[in-house]
């Protein structure tokens, strides 16, 4: 399984994006379909989630981005989105898409499994 992601470019502060992820086939991560960033200059390991959708249609986000992004989901198109308004210069990070599993089935214990895309660049200039 691929996931794909689209929609990333550069954008004046204010402004909005939308982001897509397309997988290559139908997935069901038992956590969710999230999207992280990384930050310029920071490790993989520092990537931080920016929204998660669950499989009950639930969501969750970032402090950072509530109230501006909007995560959503296509099922039938094994596809989500990342709405991004009223960006910041802040919000510029390489955005990746993100198929999340947890080992015990309960999000957030046990060991993380995680199926990346490739990511995307989104830069946000004053």
């Known amino acids: 399984v691929q996931l794909v992601e689209s929609g990333g470019g550069s954008v004046e502060a204010g402004g909005s994006l939308k982001l897509s992820c397309a997988a290559s086939?139908?997935?069901?991560?038992?956590?969710?379909m999230a999207w992280y960033r990384q930050f310029p200059g920071k490790e993989r390991e520092a990537r931080e989630q920016v929204s998660i959708i669950h499989s009950d249609g639930t969501t969750k986000y970032a402090d950072s981005v509530a109230g501006r992004f909007t995560i959503s989901q296509d099922n039938p198109k094994a596809a989500v989105y990342l709405q991004m308004n009223s960006l910041k210069t802040e919000d510029t990070a390489v955005y990746y898409c993100?198929?999340?599993?947890?080992?015990?089935?309960?999000?957030?214990?046990?060991?993380?499994?995680?199926?990346w895309g490739q990511g995307t660049q989104v830069t946000v200039s004053s």
């Open positions: 086939e139908y997935i069901r991560p038992n956590c969710g």
């Open positions: 993100a198929a999340e599993s947890w080992s015990s089935g309960i999000c957030g214990m046990g060991a993380r499994d995680i199926l």
